[in-house]
């Protein structure tokens, strides 16, 4: 054998992607998603409602789906398409922030707590200590303290959006966090780490290179399901008058918004919830292939 | 232990390991496992000692405790002219490459989301500042060493058999060019087949780069094989340390004696007449270990001085230690003991 027929060790990114790629949800929930960001970021600019007066507007309030208005009207007779689009951009926004947040903080807290020993009681107590706090109170607080202070910061949309972020993401790393330390509790005892401990690696080095990489599949699953968690919980905070300002629509308001019309109009539960719910699915499908591409066992077949 | 007249590359005087527990609703220190409890042996540059043992008697514990994978209870452990047990950290990591450590199970003992390249290359890159390609080079060169394919540098672990993992540990331990590897059971998870190869393997690589083992097993016949002397452990302490040849033909101690027995003989004709010594009760919890010899509640020649004093590991032949009153009257209580001590002698060969 000569040297120039071994292969040099390649990044590993190639791989991933060609296993991502056979992975046929995880196309799909790519694709959807994909859509649903285009259709969100680029939908506004295509689609320019006509401005109606307000006369006008009442009388057209509550129409079906029409060419004029593709997803019908509201009950001020605003455009629902124009107005689910604007509402895409918070919530996937929302969602997709207050869930890195979450994943980032549980995953930081579960890993020192399961690694370092002295940290575990505090840090545990602490994650006992908000699952135990009841979440809506505390939002409701927190946004009734802070909202006028960072909108007179930063603005009252941006304040909004930074305030209700925070405390969705805030107030959903707990389950992360358990679930990343107990995986570490059981992967710091394992003998690649022990290897690793006898080679003389800093405990930095080892985290990032033996643990991390080896709690990637629970911390992805928690990380999709709570893209929905978030995307909802603004939608409750929406619904309690506490979320955006009123006139600010996101998929959970419109949702809200068309409950109390459902039975006549179902069309405007069902275009918000169809939207949710795709986002959610497709999120999921991601995750499970991001994990299944990341995992070199699975990868191989 | 201070026949060797040239200095011994590990010393290890007095080792003890003991794990805290912990009970109650206060969580009060109520007691210690003691899974290593004064262990003392040292190990010439280029030999290799066999530790045996059956399960949960400290084996293990005491190759973790010699690299300081546990933060020990009392005791040195000198490597190479340093006490590693009392190293401030960053010493300790300037120490590391002369001291390496193969794992008993190698599918847990590799990183799974690692390649066979970057796994062989991890001592590498803690302690070299080398580039991509010379890393890379000499990965390739231990993979030689260890008989591992260049192509596989890519594979990750899953796709070997239990053999080539195996020697794929081997060759990490190997990439610091340490001077005392600690092979932790390596053969125990592995087929009889590959068993042998991984064993030669380890005998051929002690030839060329000078390496000294401390070879942990409880496979008697492999030890046979590849150790120089062997130590026979129960309950946390040494019973009998001997040369290789001299214990496997006549063991001292009662209990290396019953431990012995149980091994195999292929010779049918020899195997029909042996002897087969079988222990009476069960190990005692090493948290709570009897009074006097730890052994002394399945000893076979158990007499009273056993079950009030402890034993402590005396020379008795050149070259032979053993942890046993037995042979401590035998040397130290002079003319007027010995007849006593034969008669206990011949009782115990009767039985």
Not at chain 1, 27 to 48: E, M, R, S, T
Not at chain 2, 188 to 200: E, G, K, R, T
Not at chain 2, 237 to 255: N, Q, T, V
Request: contains cysteine; aromatic residues 8%.
């Amino acid at each position: 054998m000569t040297d120039a027929a071994m292969p040099k060790p390649v990044s590993q990114n190639r791989a991933i992607w060609q296993q991502f790629r056979s992975h046929k949800g995880a196309v799909f929930g790519l694709i959807v998603l994909g859509l649903l960001i285009l259709f969100v970021l680029i939908g506004p600019l295509v689609w320019v409602p006509e401005k109606l007066k307000v006369a006008e507007a009442i009388r057209l309030k509550n129409q079906g789906p029409s060419l004029r208005f593709p997803l019908g009207t509201d009950q001020l007779g605003r455009d629902m398409l124009s107005r689910m689009m604007l509402a895409g951009r918070i919530s996937l926004a929302v969602g997709l922030v207050a869930m890195l947040i979450a994943i980032v903080f549980g995953t930081l807290i579960g890993v020192v707590a399961g690694y370092y020993r002295r940290f575990e009681g505090p840090l545990m107590r602490l994650t006992d200590m908000f699952l135990a706090l009841p979440l809506i109170p505390l939002l409701l607080v927190l946004v009734m303290l802070f909202r006028d202070r960072i909108a007179s910061v930063i603005g009252p949309e941006l304040g909004a959006f930074a305030l209700i972020v925070f405390a969705i993401g805030i107030t959903s790393w707990m389950a992360t966090a358990r679930i990343v330390r107990g995986e570490v509790l059981t992967l710091k005892e394992r003998e690649y780490v022990l290897a690793a401990r006898s080679i003389g690696a800093r405990p930095r080095r080892i985290i990032l290179r033996h643990i991390l990489p080896n709690v990637v599949s629970p911390v992805m699953v928690a990380a999709t399901l709570g893209v929905a968690e978030a995307i909802i919980t603004e939608s409750v905070l929406s619904f309690l008058g506490l979320g955006f300002p009123p006139d600010f629509p996101t998929w959970g308001r419109l949702l809200f918004d068309g409950l109390q019309y459902m039975q006549v109009y179902p069309e405007r539960v069902i275009w918000p919830g169809l939207a949710i719910s795709l986002t959610v699915l497709s999120v999921n499908y991601i995750g499970d292939g991001l994990r299944d591409a990341l995992d070199p066992r699975i990868r191989g077949r | 232990m201070r026949d060797a007249s040239p200095k011994p590359l590990v010393q290890v005087t007095d080792l003890k390991m003991h794990f805290p527990i912990y009970s109650g609703i206060f969580r009060r220190h109520s007691g210690d496992v003691k899974a290593v409890d004064g262990v003392s042996f040292d190990i010439q540059a280029g030999e290799t000692l066999g530790l045996v043992g059956e399960s949960g008697c400290g084996k293990s514990t005491v190759g973790r405790a010699l690299l300081r994978l546990y933060e020990i209870t009392a005791g040195k452990v000198v490597i190479d002219g340093e006490d590693v047990a009392s190293l401030p950290p960053e010493a300790l990591r300037k120490k590391r490459p002369t001291m390496q450590m193969v794992f008993q199970d190698p599918q847990a003992s590799l990183n799974p989301r690692m390649t066979l390249a970057r796994i062989i290359s991890e001592p590498l890159d803690e302690h070299t500042d080398w580039n991509d390609a010379r890393k890379l080079e000499r990965v390739y060169e231990l993979m030689d060493a260890v008989g591992l394919n260049r192509r596989f540098a890519n594979r990750f672990p899953h796709e070997f058999s239990g053999g080539q993992r195996q020697r794929i540990g081997i060759a990490r331990a190997l990439a610091l060019n340490p001077k005392f590897i600690v092979c932790d059971e390596p053969i125990a998870a592995l087929d009889v087949s590959i068993q042998a190869q991984v064993v030669n393997l380890l005998e051929d690589l002690q030839e060329r780069f000078g390496l000294t083992y401390l070879f942990i097993s409880h496979d008697l016949s492999m030890v046979r094989h590849i150790a120089d002397r062997v130590a026979v452990m129960y309950l946390g302490k040494i019973a009998e340390l001997s040369p290789r040849d001299a214990l496997y033909s006549l063991p001292l101690h009662p209990y290396a004696e019953a431990l012995l027995s149980a091994v195999n003989e292929p010779d049918p004709v020899r195997a029909a007449t042996r002897k087969r010594i079988i222990l009476k009760g069960d190990v005692p919890s090493p948290a709570n270990p009897p009074l006097g010899c730890n052994f002394s509640t399945r000893c076979p020649r158990v007499f009273d001085r056993c079950r009030v004093e402890d034993p402590a590991l005396r020379q008795v032949e050149p070259g032979r230690f053993v942890a046993c009153h037995l042979y401590d009257q035998q040397t130290a209580a002079g003319p007027t003991g010995a007849p006593e001590v034969n008669e206990r002698n011949q009782q115990g060969e009767l039985q």
